[in-house]
């Protein structure tokens, strides 16, 4: 049975058992402040389960991409170490709401595994969960009877709180669970030790395959445990754990999951693969695992960056460079070229890679470029460090090996591999310390205090009343304190809310809440998951009041002009420059918006004013909105709605069109009524942000108005200063040709003098005593002059000592040149010379020995220079 097979088989079988089969979500989260990155199957379900909101369907199975290297489950170190571990993987999951519970979610999995996909039962095992004094929860007796129907009591095992007691994170959903896993091995390895002992030991092969979670708690953020409305079931298994049973093999990277990819990169390396631990090996194993999670992270909008998910995508890329690099020797861009097979090996379920290909691609090779490049920087850095230290103590220090991880991207194992060849060793522990001492400070910069809800009425959904209305009677439902950056802040839920909650680009509404003549200020709105919340700096007096809401109404009409306006911005942007354009981010508010998008060159100039042109002429035709609610989502898609790749859409979705021919997008945010109000459109930059990614910022109506306002006003004074000529633009160049010309007869000029005043000078050289002296007063027309003439006349004359007291256009200046063989044999230093004179011209210089100068505020000290020079050449020359 090959891969495709399987995951089709797992979910037409709950499809027969009557489970809605729904899409994957994105695997980059975008409305969870707890989690970056979706790490279960189970995550778009968290509302459901908390009762925040309801589910289309009480069964639902999918299979999720998910990805695990960050927060609570991460596995990116193990990955490519062992063959079961990976950082992007898939999770079938079924899933029951508040509908069957543990008897069906038992019997039906055994079904699946024993039945449709044929695993040998005498290999399989279960655990349940053992009780946990702490939380105060006995043995879970009710899965253990389950099973004790369905296996021998001797392949039950009871497990603890770590392996059978499963929590989303901190804080959030969770409950006891059942784990099956299966024992792979070959007989007499069996026969030796029994697979019960193995289960959970980390054995490569005897892992779990399948987590059956019963959901009936809440953690809360003070540890304890409340009980769910409802109690419900949510499974997960391992895509990939489960193709390797299924098509008995000892390793998740020997099935047809990942055999295309390590054939593909073990061809471009001329490496082969041996399944075994060598380096190569688990090089291998760490590409064709790390190419997954990068290329759906970014298919899924998260572009590689400096912080926060980015930054997680970039190191995984980073770290699969480096294996490639060090193991595999790839001094060339690798990664960016398997995306076709990976690409195709996805279309049919995961069809937003395929669809995204060259993007992903170009942007994944931009990365690997510039890494590259870091880590011949950093290879340079390590030679020069080596050279030290092979003199002295024959060991890199752990802060010299940090910061080659840190700046250069150098892992340990790659600095100590190198020093080892050159037979240094490196100082470990105090790396690792070093490493902990960052892990906490990012720890520390990330952290985020939230306390716990207090509830005040139970609610099954927030009503939004933003599209219709900015006001509304509402009541507090639930809130709660956080601390964020150390300041202390209140989230509150309302019943029913007119604020828009910050989402698709469009920031959250301001405003406030009022009861009793008593405002209280909405700082900002924000959702998390579903739930509309509303950000205070202090809570209400009278927290169970009615309160009447007002959503501050001229900052959101002024977002809504950039709203409307990005979707006519999207519209036009692909009638100029292709189908290719697609939203890779998007910020809208009061003020102007950004729009990024994927295309692969600069603008022109032509391009931005024909987009231009188009906008503000749908503007113009003043369209009216046509916003459709509740449109079922194949619908919406028949009507030709752009439907963003990364982003989550329900079965119903709203549906935002100006002009059906020529903007209908997918989008939950607020807009204009018509086109006309936005006024006008106009972009006042274009550029790029990553490769492949274009951002384009702009500006509407009043702010628009007042751009080109300004920039009419400048133009005005311009022409007014040039006396109004008929044509600006000829007036200008011709003034710039005119000045060019004009400084070449200047230059012509000044030379003919400089060459004049040289005759003149070398006329007034005295000679005393074998020297030749000249001090004099002189006038030229710039610094520059002075500096030539001085020059010249310490390489033509021998013996010299001159100081020229000049006036160059009203400024005071001297120069003093000492020839090279007096420096020493008269004490004279040009220099310090230079010095005292200045004090003549109330300022002050320097230089070297035989040539220094100085500049000074005072023109009228220059024949005192002259004095004063004479007088100290005296000194030194009788
Ligand atoms: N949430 C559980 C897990 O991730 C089962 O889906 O293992």
Redesign the pocket.
Known sequence: MNSKLIRQKFLQFFKNKQHEIVPSAPMVLQNDPTLMFTN???NQFKDYFLGDSDPSSPRIADTQKCLRVSGKHNDLEEVGMDTYHHTMFE?L?NWSFGDYFKKEAIEWAWELLTKEFDLPKERLYASVFGGDQEDKMPLDQEAYDLWKQIIPEDRILEGNKKDNF?EMGDTGPCGPCSEIHIDLRPQEEIDKVPGRDLVNMDHPQVVEVW?L?FMQFNRKADGSLEKLPAQHV???MGFERLCMAIQNKQSNYDTDVFTPLIDFVSKLSGVNYEGKDSKTDIALRVISDHIRAISFAIADGQLPSNNKAGYVIRRILRRAVRYGYTFLNFREPFLNKILPTLAEQFDDVFPELIAQQDFVAKVIKEEETSFLRTLEKGLTKLDGIMTDVKSTSKTIDGKTAFELYDTYGFPFDLTSLIARENGLTVNEEAFNKEMVVQKNRSKKDAETATGDWVELMSIDQVLFLGYDSLTSTSKIAKYRAIEEKGKKLYQIVLDQTPFYAESGGQVGDIGYIESDGKKTSIINTKKENNLIIHFTSELPTDIEAEFSCIVNASKRKLTENNHSATHLLHAALRDVLGDHVQQKGSLVNDKALRFDFSHFSKMTDEEIAKVEKIVNSKIRENIKLNEQRNVPIEDAKKQGAMALFGEKYGDFVRVITFDKNYSVELCGGTHVQATGQIGSLKIISEGSVAAGVRRIEAITADKAEEYNNVQEGVLKQVSEILNNPKDVVKAIESLVNERAELAKAIESVNADKTKEQKVTLAKNIEEYNSYKILVSEASFPDAESLKKISFEFKNEIENLIMVLAANISGKPQISVVVSENLVSTLDLHAGKMVKELAKEIKGGGGGQPFFATAGGKDISGLSQVIVKAKELIKSVTN
């Open positions: 279960a199957g189970m999770m999951g499963w987590n979670v949510d499974t997960g």
